[in-house]
Nanobody, 115 residues
Framework: QVQLVESGGGLALPGGSLTLSCTAP????????MGWHRQAPGKQREFVAG???????NYADSVRGRLTISRDDAKNTIYLQMNSLEPEDTAIYYC?????????WGQGTQVTVSG
């Protein structure tokens, strides 16, 4: 069973910041493309940001310029720096490891933007 361990969710004010992290087993981290998805209440899960094992990144249009994905290869960890948060960013955020037809998911971490 592959475990992706997330942390860092919580409550933020509009305009505030949060940082999410996700640690994967080394065998997964070295080979898979890593990323973040989110699911808001009553909506489908959607792609947020991705980072390849070469460091290339891509973002959903709704978050580009506000959210930044990065990776630390020494720690087998990816991060999602979330700035200028909006109420519409409220969702459960899931870490994802993807390669071909295989996907692994974290348990999810709640992000709530309110105030």
């Amino acid at each position: 069973q592959v475990q992706l361990v997330e942390s860092g969710g919580g409550l933020a004010l509009p305009g505030g910041s949060l940082t999410l992290s996700c640690t994967a087993p080394e065998s997964i981290f070295r080979r898979y493309n890593m990323g973040w998805h989110r699911q808001a209440p009553g909506k489908q899960r959607e792609f947020v940001a991705g980072i390849g094992n070469g460091g290339g990144t891509n973002y959903a249009d709704s978050v580009r310029g506000r959210l930044t994905i990065s990776r630390d290869d020494a720690k087998n960890t990816i991060y999602l720096q979330m700035n200028s948060l909006e109420p519409e960013d409220t969702a459960i955020y899931y870490c994802n490891a993807h390669l071909g037809v295989v996907d692994y998911w974290g348990q999810g971490t709640q992000v709530t933007v309110s105030g």
